[in-house]
Nanobody, 121 residues
């Protein structure tokens, strides 16, 4: 599975962005999907995850109520809608595919190239 993330950019605090991650191949629906982010000098951290069907979603406490993960298996795409953005949301955002939703980076098998999100105060 090859993943291509896009949708990042520069936004003011309180604004919104929608990230997309398109997957190649016919096996997208067989994977759970996750979004992670990495700020400069920090470790990559879990942001949100979604089950194969999209029926179950999981969020880091820091983004609950502000971010929404969704997927469209017909389009082989997973999304991350980010609202009420804060400067601490700044980082490179990565999408990942794996066998189960977990906050552990090592549990995911495939990674996108990352897209930069910068939130100004």
């Amino acid at each position: 599975v090859q993943l291509q993330a896009c949708g990042g950019g520069l936004v003011q605090a309180g604004g919104s962005l929608r990230l997309s991650c398109a997957a190649s191949g016919r096996t997208f629906r067989l994977y759970v999907m996750g979004w992670f982010r990495q700020a400069p000098g920090e470790e990559r951290e879990f942001v949100a995850g979604i089950s194969r069907s999209g029926g179950s979603t999981y969020y880091a406490d820091s983004v609950k109520g502000r971010f929404t993960i969704s997927r469209d298996n017909a389009k082989n795409t997973v999304y991350l809608q980010m609202n009420s953005l804060k400067p601490e949301d700044t980082g490179v955002y990565y999408c990942a595919a794996g066998a189960r939703v977990t906050g552990s980076v090592g549990e995911y098998d495939y990674w996108g190239q990352g897209t930069q999100v910068t939130v100004s105060s």
